[in-house]
Structures are given as structure tokens and as C-alpha cells.
């Protein structure tokens, strides 16, 4: 038989409810922090990048730009998400998303939804599209470094305006033919978001006061003293100037400019050290270039200037200029090699060829593109995006479309507005993307002689040592 049942002491019993309720007790609490750490983190993203260049955080640039943001930005990829390729810019999408709630982002396959990629006009993989307030950017392959750059140039500032002077048979920025048109530097500017308009000189007008830059852009005909004059009170209030002169362009313009300081060269700019690979000798890179300057520190690859001509700065600083302006910073911005030489052989512009002559020709290195700032004695330590600026060029084919993607000319021609604009951000942004980006290659007439010597010349004698080497060692020596 069975003994008799004993119950538990209700001392016992109590115990055992105790622990009960302190079980329970723990799971609700440790339910509780979960879920409240669980909505910190929703609200507050952290994360740790641990690699050695930080390759996953946002730069300080990028920052900047994304806190100066003053609208909502939407940007839409368009897609394969199967393409392990795109994992960066969908990851950069997710940082800058978490950085600031202005930016938001959608990653749309196109195979799953083409009707929307119709309704956006997409009809390739890899498109990006970045919107705002109306306003539309949009960028090919999907390429993370090009993001930021497309958020600024969207929501940056609309009001600055830029005037090219007409009426003396100028470059036109509406040309689209393929060497002598300037429609793809019309088309940067744009990106840019500057207004763009024709000024003309005539009939008493005055120069805007709107006008952030103007522009003279390889007139073929002469100035008139008025039209100088208006120039000449536009200076004088502050304004800035960019100059591009060819060889034996507009004589007066030349000479109003020799007041400035800016004295062009009539001569042709040769250097056949650094032609490219098999071309003429009046098309060659730039490759010494100022460190000092916005306009050309920042530049990845040297220039290819055509047909250039040389330019000197005549008056270092202090040098008086009219309307009581004085010569407050001066620099070369580009010079030719030690090599080059301003010719002044009348054939070498129609022919191509020519030779240094000492008593005739100008040796290098030969400055290309100047920059003046000018100031008033009693306004001297003002802003230098206050004070009269003047950037000359001794060549317009840098910006054409056959040169302009060049090497390093369409930075080149960017930055000198940029920086007159007083857009030196939009420099920035130009400089970290093009730290991600190789320039195109081109090789100098000089650097194909040394490919050349290296290869059929060097190597083979080196070989043919080490030949020699071997056999004599084992013909005398074993």
C-alpha cells in the first residue's frame, strides 16, 4: 500500500510562488530594455567602420553638403538587384539616409517594375535619378561617388548668373559641332545651375548687376572704346573677368588689358617635348601648373592647349591699374614645359613646323593662363571673392568640344568660373570625385621616345647581358 500523501509546507510553497514571480518579474524587465533599446536604435543608427580608410563613412565634405541640404531630396536607383555591382551605392543610400531624414532613397529593379521605370523615362540599368522641389539630376551606372556630387549641383544656389559678351564674332556656346562648337562647356555650365545670357556692349549698356562672371570667349573682331569703358566701370565696381584670347586676337582688347597687367603675346606657343603621341607640335599638354590657385590645384591631369599663345604679368603687387586699383595678388596659373618656346615664325601658325630661333623666339617655360586680383588701397584687406578678379587664358580650343574632355581641361575650364563664381564647394566636389576616377590616358611625344628606347633598346640590352652573363660563366668558369 501506498504511504500517505505529504503536502508541501506552506513555507515551501511560498518559496516556490516567490520564484515564480521573480522569474517572471526578469523576463518582463529584460522584455523591457529590448524593447526600448530595440526603439533607441530604430531612431538611432550606430555603426562601427572598422576599415582602414574608412571606406563606409561619410566624408567631411559630404557632411557639409548634406547639412546645408534646405529641401527634401528623393533619389530613385534603377537597378538589377541581383548585380552585386550596385551593393555600394545601395549602401551609401543607407548612410546618408541615416544621416539625415532630409534625404530619402528608393532601390527600384527594373525587371519587377518596368511601367515605372517607363513613367521615369528609364530605359537602361544603373540609372539614378536625384529630385527636389521640381528639379531633376540624374546620373549612368549606379556610381556611389557620383551622389553627393548630384545632391549639390541640385540644391545649389540658382541666383548666379554668367554673361558672355557678343558681338565680335565669339565662340558660341549653342554650337554643337563636334570641333569648333562649345555646346558640351554650355552644357557643365548648366549642370552647374549658373544662368547663362549674351551680353552685349553696345549702345550705352552697362554690364548687369547680376553678373557673377563675364566672359569674353575668343572674339574675332575688335572692341570699341565704349565698349572697353563699360568693361573698364564693371572692373572697377568689383567685377570679374575671364579672358580667352587666341593668337593675334582683338588688338584692343589686348591693349585695354596691358593696363591690368595682362600683357598677351602675338606667339604661337610650341613644345615638342609634350605634343601628343604623333601629333603637331602646337597641341600640347600644360604640365607645370600653380599649387596656389583654385583653379588649378585641384586639376588630376595637366591641360592640352591648341594653338595657345603666351601671356605675362607685368605688374607684381602693388602696381597701380586704372581707377586707382592696385595689383593686390598676382600669379602664373599655367606654364609650358622648360622645353617649349613662344614662336614667332609668321609660317608656324599655317604650317605647324618651325625651329627655335634664339634672337627671334621667346624660350620657355611659357605662362598660358594668368590670374590677377585688384583692389583699391583703402579696400585692400577685403574678401579676395570681393575684390576685382581677371583670369586670362592665351587659348579657346581647351573648351571646345573636341578638347574639352581632354585630360585635364574640362576641370580646368569648370574651376575657373567656379572659382570666380565664388563656388569653390562645387571645386570640392569636383576634387572628391575625381580622386575615385582615373583620367583618360594620353601619351606625350616625349614619353612615346622613352617607351620607345626602353622597349627596344633597354630590355633587349638587359637580356642580352644576362646572356652574355650565364655563358661566359659557363663556358670559363665550370
Same mark, same amino acid.
Do not use: C
Given at each position: 500500500?501506498?504511504?500517505?500523501?505529504?503536502?508541501?509546507?506552506?513555507?515551501?510553497?511560498?518559496?516556490?510562488?516567490?520564484?515564480?514571480?521573480?522569474?517572471?518579474?526578469?523576463?518582463?524587465?529584460?522584455?523591457?530594455?529590448?524593447?526600448?533599446?530595440?526603439?533607441?536604435?530604430? #531612431?538611432?543608427?550606430?555603426?562601427?567602420?572598422?576599415?582602414?580608410?574608412?571606406?563606409?563613412?561619410?566624408? !567631411?565634405?559630404?557632411?557639409?553638403?548634406?547639412?546645408?541640404?534646405?529641401?527634401?531630396?528623393?533619389?530613385?536607383?534603377?537597378?538589377?538587384?541581383?548585380?552585386?555591382?550596385?551593393?555600394?551605392?545601395?549602401?551609401?543610400?543607407?548612410?546618408?539616409?541615416?544621416?539625415?531624414?532630409?534625404?530619402?532613397?528608393?532601390?527600384?529593379?527594373?525587371?519587377?517594375?518596368?511601367?515605372?521605370?517607363?513613367?521615369?523615362?528609364?530605359?537602361?540599368?544603373?540609372?539614378?535619378?536625384?529630385?527636389?522641389?521640381?528639379?531633376?539630376?540624374?546620373?549612368?551606372?549606379?556610381?556611389?561617388?557620383?551622389?553627393?556630387?548630384?545632391?549639390?549641383?541640385?540644391?545649389?544656389?540658382?541666383?548666379?548668373?554668367?554673361?558672355?559678351?557678343?558681338?565680335?564674332? !565669339?565662340?558660341?556656346?549653342?554650337?554643337?559641332?563636334?570641333?569648333?562648337?562649345?555646346?558640351?562647356?554650355?552644357?557643365?555650365?548648366?549642370?552647374?545651375?549658373?544662368?547663362?545670357?549674351?551680353?552685349?556692349?553696345?549702345?550705352?549698356?552697362?554690364?548687369?548687376?547680376?553678373?557673377?562672371?563675364?566672359?569674353?570667349?575668343?572674339?574675332?573682331? #575688335?572692341?570699341?572704346? !565704349?565698349?572697353?569703358?563699360?568693361?573698364?566701370?564693371?572692373?572697377?565696381?568689383?567685377?570679374?573677368?575671364?579672358?580667352?584670347?587666341?593668337?593675334?586676337?582683338?588688338?584692343?582688347?589686348?591693349?585695354?588689358?596691358?593696363?591690368?597687367?595682362?600683357?598677351?603675346?602675338? @606667339?604661337?606657343?610650341? #613644345?615638342?617635348?609634350?605634343?601628343?603621341?604623333?601629333?603637331?607640335?602646337?597641341?600640347?599638354?600644360?604640365?607645370?601648373?600653380? !599649387?596656389?590657385?583654385?583653379?588649378?590645384?585641384?586639376?588630376?591631369?595637366?591641360?592640352?592647349?591648341?594653338?595657345?599663345?603666351?601671356?605675362?604679368?607685368?605688374?607684381?603687387?602693388?602696381?597701380?591699374?586704372?581707377?586707382?586699383?592696385?595689383?593686390?595678388?598676382?600669379?602664373?596659373?599655367?606654364?609650358?614645359?622648360?622645353?617649349?618656346?613662344?614662336?614667332?615664325?609668321?609660317?608656324?601658325?599655317?604650317?605647324?613646323?618651325?625651329?627655335?630661333?634664339?634672337?627671334?623666339?621667346?624660350?620657355?617655360?611659357?605662362?598660358?593662363?594668368?590670374?590677377?586680383?585688384?583692389?583699391?588701397?583703402?579696400?585692400?584687406?577685403?574678401?579676395?571673392?570681393?575684390?576685382?578678379?581677371?583670369?586670362?587664358?592665351?587659348?579657346?580650343?581647351?573648351?571646345?568640344? @573636341?578638347?574639352?574632355?581632354?585630360?585635364?581641361?574640362?576641370?580646368?575650364?569648370?574651376?575657373?568660373?567656379?572659382?570666380?563664381?565664388?563656388?569653390?564647394?562645387?571645386?570640392?566636389?569636383?576634387?572628391?570625385?575625381?580622386?575615385?576616377?582615373?583620367?583618360?590616358?594620353?601619351?606625350?611625344? @616625349?614619353?612615346?621616345?622613352?617607351?620607345?628606347?626602353?622597349?627596344?633598346?633597354?630590355?633587349?640590352?638587359?637580356?642580352?647581358?644576362?646572356?652574355?652573363?650565364?655563358?661566359?660563366?659557363?663556358?670559363?668558369?665550370?
Amino acid at each position: 500500500m501506498d504511504g500517505p500523501q505529504i503536502s508541501p509546507a506552506p513555507a515551501t510553497r511560498l518559496a516556490l510562488w516567490r520564484n515564480y514571480a521573480l522569474l517572471l518579474y526578469t523576463t518582463l524587465a529584460l522584455a523591457t530594455v529590448l524593447i526600448v533599446l530595440n526603439l533607441i536604435i530604430f #531612431d538611432h543608427n550606430v555603426r562601427f567602420d572598422l576599415t582602414p580608410n574608412k571606406r563606409f563613412t561619410l566624408s !567631411e565634405f559630404d557632411k557639409k553638403v548634406l547639412r546645408g541640404l534646405g529641401s527634401d531630396v528623393k533619389v530613385m536607383s534603377f537597378i538589377r538587384t541581383e548585380d552585386p555591382a550596385y551593393l555600394e551605392l545601395s549602401e551609401l543610400l543607407f548612410r546618408v539616409a541615416a544621416f539625415t531624414p532630409r534625404v530619402t532613397f528608393q532601390v527600384i529593379d527594373v525587371n519587377k517594375s518596368p511601367g515605372l521605370a517607363r513613367q521615369y523615362g528609364v530605359s537602361t540599368y544603373g540609372q539614378v535619378i536625384v529630385q527636389t522641389e521640381g528639379r531633376r539630376r540624374e546620373f549612368d551606372n549606379a556610381r556611389a561617388d557620383g551622389l553627393i556630387p548630384a545632391i549639390l549641383q541640385l540644391t545649389h544656389d540658382l541666383n548666379k548668373h554668367l554673361y558672355f559678351t557678343a558681338g565680335h564674332g !565669339e565662340r558660341d556656346l549653342f554650337d554643337n559641332d563636334r570641333s569648333a562648337g562649345y555646346s558640351q562647356w554650355r552644357s557643365l555650365l548648366l549642370q552647374n545651375n549658373y544662368q547663362i545670357s549674351n551680353l552685349s556692349l553696345l549702345g550705352g549698356a552697362e554690364v548687369p548687376d547680376d553678373a557673377n562672371v563675364v566672359v569674353v570667349l575668343g572674339p574675332q573682331k #575688335d572692341f570699341l572704346p !565704349e565698349e572697353l569703358a563699360v568693361l573698364g566701370r564693371y572692373l572697377t565696381r568689383g567685377g570679374h573677368l575671364i579672358v580667352m584670347l587666341d593668337p593675334f586676337g582683338s588688338p584692343s582688347l589686348v591693349t585695354f588689358l596691358a593696363q591690368y597687367h595682362i600683357k598677351f603675346i602675338d @606667339q604661337v606657343l610650341v #613644345d615638342p617635348a609634350y605634343r601628343l603621341s604623333a601629333g603637331e607640335i602646337l597641341t600640347t599638354q600644360i604640365p607645370l601648373r600653380a !599649387e596656389s590657385s583654385e583653379v588649378t590645384r585641384t586639376l588630376t591631369a595637366p591641360a592640352v592647349f591648341s594653338m595657345a599663345r603666351g601671356i605675362e604679368v607685368t605688374g607684381g603687387e602693388g602696381a597701380m591699374a586704372p581707377d586707382g586699383l592696385q595689383v593686390q595678388r598676382e600669379g602664373l596659373l599655367l606654364r609650358s614645359s622648360y622645353e617649349s618656346w613662344a614662336s614667332g615664325d609668321p609660317k608656324a601658325v599655317t604650317t605647324g613646323l618651325t625651329e627655335f630661333q634664339k634672337d627671334r623666339d621667346l624660350k620657355g617655360p611659357i605662362a598660358v593662363a594668368v590670374e590677377v586680383d585688384l583692389a583699391k588701397p583703402s579696400n585692400a584687406h577685403v574678401a579676395v571673392a570681393k575684390m576685382t578678379r581677371i583670369v586670362a587664358f592665351g587659348d579657346t580650343d581647351f573648351a571646345s568640344n @573636341q578638347f574639352i574632355e581632354m585630360l585635364g581641361n574640362r576641370d580646368l575650364v569648370q574651376n575657373a568660373i567656379n572659382e570666380l563664381a565664388n563656388d569653390q564647394i562645387l571645386i570640392a566636389s569636383r576634387a572628391r570625385l575625381n580622386r575615385s576616377a582615373g583620367a583618360a590616358f594620353y601619351v606625350s611625344d @616625349q614619353q612615346s621616345r622613352q617607351a620607345f628606347v626602353l622597349a627596344t633598346v633597354v630590355l633587349p640590352l638587359i637580356l642580352f647581358s644576362i646572356g652574355m652573363t650565364v655563358f661566359v660563366r659557363r663556358r670559363f668558369f665550370v
